[in-house]
């Protein structure tokens, strides 16, 4: 294994090992602030550019994606909860709702920068394409380990932090990739981890005030996890999977639009005009 490899992977068990050991311990309130030196270190030692960690603002038609998502899959869930009478607001205070979800809106997006978008969408990201591995490549490798840095989270948490309940473990982890996934194409978009961090950030916000964290439930009331919640119900999983195939394929169409667009632009600036017949 050569050492273009090699860092990632250090990069990658560092951050699952440290992680564990606080969620292990009861701070899995703060195991996510551990990527920040880890971010820090790894980005010194490749000594990468702002722009190729993702560090720069990105554009608007990213930033539309970033908050559309959220919108679209969490606001499909609350609607299909409501056709099921899921629903109990009785005992919900709408304006501390919507107060926490302001306040946990934008603390994720300042942390997670210089965190979880830092570290997995943005030097391993930057590290894994410097080992000449190709977007796709890239995407699925930095969701992977996205979901595996959640493992612990999951199975060792010692109740300080929103955990699933243990059916909802396995669902929980393959929605963290597909999430993950959603996020890294944002980043492949932009080419911004802000622009993920804003997604991020509205995602917790609205996920985790709506439908609660872990077992507990939400200003929706919705008490049937396993199938309605955004992160660990199985209907999250159909909703996030569906909007990341229609994102991937969106991508996809517009870069090959972008591709025939650049060849037509060239071979019409470069290809000779036809002199006029003499007759």
């Not at 964290?213 to 999977?241: C, D, Y």
């Amino acid at each position: 294994m050569t050492i273009k490899y090699l860092r990632p992977l250090i990069g990658v068990c560092a951050a699952i090992a440290i992680t564990a050991t606080m969620d292990a311990t009861g701070h899995s309130a703060w195991s996510a602030l551990s990527l920040f030196p880890l971010l820090v270190a790894f980005w010194f030692w490749e000594r990468d550019s702002k722009s190729s960690v993702g560090f720069v603002w990105g554009s608007r038609r990213g930033y539309v994606l970033a908050v559309l998502y959220p919108v679209l899959v969490i606001g499909a869930l609350a609607l299909i909860c409501a056709l099921a009478g899921e629903i109990d607001t009785r005992h919900t205070h709408w304006n501390k709702a919507l107060l926490n979800f302001a306040l946990m809106t934008v603390a994720t997006i300042l942390v997670a920068i210089l965190t979880e978008e830092g570290f997995f969408r943005g030097w391993l990201w930057a590290s894994l394409s410097r080992a000449r591995l190709g977007p796709i490549s890239v995407l699925i490798l930095t969701s992977l380990a996205f979901s595996l840095w959640h493992v612990s989270f999951a199975v060792l948490d010692r109740g300080l932090g929103p955990a699933p309940a243990p059916a909802q473990i396995p669902t929980f982890l393959l929605n963290a990739a597909v999430i993950g996934a959603i996020w890294g194409l944002l980043r492949w978009i932009s080419g911004s981890v802000v622009v993920s961090s804003v997604s991020h950030g509205i995602w917790n916000g609205l996920a985790y005030v709506l439908f609660g964290l872990g077992t507990r439930a939400g200003a929706l009331g919705v008490a049937n996890a396993a199938i309605f919640a955004p992160e660990s119900g199985v209907l999250g999983l159909v909703l996030n999977i569906g909007f990341a195939t229609v994102l991937l394929l969106w991508w996809r169409g517009a870069r090959i639009g972008m591709a025939n667009d650049q060849e037509r632009d060239v071979f019409g600036s470069t290809r000779p005009h036809p002199s006029p017949s003499s007759g």
